[in-house]
């Protein structure tokens, strides 16, 4: 395991807090943007984070969307039609 200065860490949690944002590639400058590039260059827990987070995403956008059984449908449909 890692052992990470609690200083660093302040950084890293920053960073990670974003973390979709900069996937997503919205809501950051473009100053933001290569801070967090920079970070993920020089922090290999946090590019280990990145790297897994990214291909996560990759492979969602990726998939076949599935369709849940019309029963299930119907119950949400139920329980929302009684709000």
Known sequence: MISIDPKHWRVCEG???RLHEFLNRR???PADEEE???HLKACPPCGDRF???E???DRLRKAD???CPDSLRARVQA???LE
């Open 15 to 17: 960073i990670l807090d």
């Open 27 to 29: 809501e950051l400058t």
């Open 36 to 38: 967090i590039r920079q």
């Open 51 to 53: 790297e897994f987070e």
């Open 55 to 57: 291909l996560l995403l």
């Open 65 to 67: 969307p599935c369709r």
């Open 79 to 81: 329980l929302l039609n």
